[in-house]
């Protein structure tokens, strides 16, 4: 008999009977790309399917079962918890804190004025210094944000776009400073402005200006910090902006495919910079659609650079990359619920094969996260990492009939996707009609509805509610850092040569007005001491500023 006909007569019979007596407590049950869930899975959803009959091994194309052939048996992820805000000396104190209590990488958040070039005494700036991530206007507060951590021996993220060729200038000025050559730096600047034009909202510069910067990163990261990953193209801030799994997957990919394309255009060669290319995920509650994602991603990435761009090299094709769990599914209700929430979707990227991973603290729904929060959330990653077992093999839920399907229809279902933005003529020109935002808007619409209806449950939201007070301790950045970091940005002025600083900001503007590389030139006025909000209005008076239709 076979797997269908047995299937066809299990649920005529077994289930028939089982559902006479309790009814199935959904009418439907879908991921929340809409990919339905079947009862139970078999082989038979597995066979002859398109994607999966050659799954591989680990650590070989189309990397479907992992980038590395032993993962964590070797090294477990790099736990790499998000962290900033008021001012650079309070941010280091939290590295500090955070590298004492098992941290084995940095990652840094910027404040809103730094995220969009603007020092941290322009009038747009008041009310915002410090509040969402740390103040970094000049060098000195970059010296300050990383004093006394080595970094020739850590590796940071850097989460910043518009002005990624500065904070990239600044972390290799302070590395100099410790003696550190720029040759062995590790890390990654997340410098994906495309996104930031779909989800998120933080670019300065029109997208074509903005994607020659960015490519500009890569030649310049090739030749000065070629350890560095000089872009982490990112769909985390797509997905917490309201995309499914599948549109996470499909508008990340189709941004990766225009900037390769626009790295090529500019002269480089694909196998001298794709496999320094990075990626940064989200990580959701729905436990399996989650790690299935992840598997898809790696494969179809794999199978784009193969055959779009004739990648040679395998570690070209390799898809590596970040995860952060889910900030959007924090609730201020119940905010103990979160640490749980928190648990499932660390594991979830684990079981992904994630090749590093920030776990959110249990009180992000409300505030900034105190130290007890964030300790609580690096300990998770610890929990996952040393008493779960789950790091002891590779790929343990290969073969899975349920997990291999669904790779199989998420990789269908993005390829759809990117064939829809090719057929528009690419992530530039979809983005500039408007197409991938919208489509995220529905998506968001449609899940918010669910939730109304309680058609999707949200513990503690819309089910299983109780009368509580808000958290007797939360973290708040007080006004006095404002008028801190304004005195000491004052001082920095003070104590610099002007002449040579309005030399090197001429050298930016010619640089952008013509082909040069911007990036050279923009280390230069780093090091001249120039501020970021100045080197970032030097680049404003030569390609404008943008503005959403």
Same mark, same amino acid.
């Given at each position: 008999?076979?797997? #269908? ?12 009977? +089982? ?59 790099? &736990? ?13 104190? @939290? ?44 060098? #000195? ?22 002005? =990624? ?7 290799? =000025?302070? =590395? ?8 062995? $730096? ?38 000065? &910090?070629?350890? %560095?990953?000089?872009? +982490? ?22 941004? *990766? ?23 940064? %995920? ?23 650079? @193969? ?39 660390? $594991? ?40 779960? *077992? ?7 839920? =290969? ?23 090719? *057929? ?17 808007? #529905? ?95 030097? $680049? ?10």
């Amino acid at each position: 008999m076979s797997l #269908d006909s047995a299937r066809a007569r299990w649920e005529k019979t077994t289930l028939a009977a +089982s559902l006479a007596k309790v009814p199935e407590r959904k009418a439907r049950f879908t991921t929340s790309s809409g990919i339905e869930v079947r009862r139970v899975y078999t082989p038979a959803d597995v066979a002859g399917a398109e994607y999966s009959s050659d799954l591989g091994w680990p650590g070989e194309p189309p990397f479907t079962r992992g980038v590395q052939p032993t993962m964590y048996r070797s090294r477990t992820w790099t &736990m790499r918890q998000y962290a900033g805000y008021a001012t650079a000396q309070e941010t280091n104190a @939290r590295y500090r804190y955070l590298l004492g209590h098992g941290q084995t990488g940095l990652s840094v958040a910027f404040d809103l004025p730094t995220q969009i070039g603007y020092d941290s005494d322009h009038p747009l700036a008041r009310g915002e210094v410090g509040k969402v991530g740390v103040a970094v206007s000049s060098l #000195d507060d970059a010296e300050t944000l990383f004093g006394g951590i080595p970094l020739g021996g850590v590796s940071t993220s850097m989460t910043i776009n518009a002005t =990624a060729a500065v904070l990239l200038g600044m972390y290799a =000025a302070v =590395a100099r400073g410790q003696g550190v050559r720029t040759e062995d $730096l590790q890390g990654t600047v997340q410098n994906d402005i495309l996104k930031e034009y779909v989800a998120r909202g933080t670019y300065i510069y029109p997208p074509r200006a903005s994607m020659r910067v960015v490519t500009d990163i890569f030649a310049f990261c090739r030749e000065r &910090m070629p350890r %560095f990953n000089p872009i +982490s193209i990112s769909g985390y801030h797509i997905r917490e902006a309201g995309a499914t799994a599948v549109q996470e997957v499909a508008f990340t990919l189709a941004n *990766g495919i225009a900037y390769v394309s626009a790295a090529l255009a500019a002269g480089l060669s694909v196998d001298d910079f794709a496999g320094r290319l990075s990626f940064f %995920f989200n990580s959701h509650s729905n436990f399996l659609e989650e790690i299935a994602k992840f598997r898809a991603a790696r494969r179809l990435w794999a199978r784009i650079m @193969r055959e779009r761009f004739n990648a040679a090299k395998p570690e070209s094709a390799m898809l590596r990359f970040h995860t952060q769990t889910a900030g959007c599914t924090l609730t201020a209700q119940q905010p103990e619920n979160n640490v749980v929430r928190v648990a499932f979707q660390a $594991l979830a990227a684990v079981l992904g094969g994630t090749q590093s991973l920030h776990t959110n603290s249990r009180d992000e729904a409300l505030a900034l996260p105190t130290e007890e929060s964030v300790r609580i959330a690096l300990r998770t990653q610890q929990l996952v990492a040393h008493e779960t *077992g789950v790091a002891d093999t590779v790929d343990p839920l =290969a073969g899975s009939y349920c997990v291999e399907a669904m790779t199989d229809e998420i990789e269908r279902r993005a390829r759809e996707y990117i064939d829809k933005i090719d *057929g528009m003529g690419g992530a530039v020109a979809a983005i500039e009609a408007g197409y991938m935002q919208a489509e995220i808007a #529905d998506s968001a619409y449609r899940h918010q509805r669910e939730v109304e209806s309680r058609e999707r449950v949200i513990v503690g939201v819309n089910d299983f509610k109780v009368s509580e007070k808000p958290p007797r301790r939360l973290l708040r950045v007080k006004p006095e850092v404002e008028r801190r970091q304004l005195r000491q940005l004052a001082s920095f002025r003070r104590k610099r040569d002007e002449g040579a600083v309005a030399a090197a900001l001429s050298g930016v503007k010619k640089a952008a007005s013509g082909e040069e590389n911007v990036v050279f030139p923009i280390v230069e006025a780093v090091e001249a001491r120039a501020t970021l909000g100045e080197i970032s209005d030097a $680049l404003r008076d030569v390609f404008g500023e943008y503005e959403a239709r």
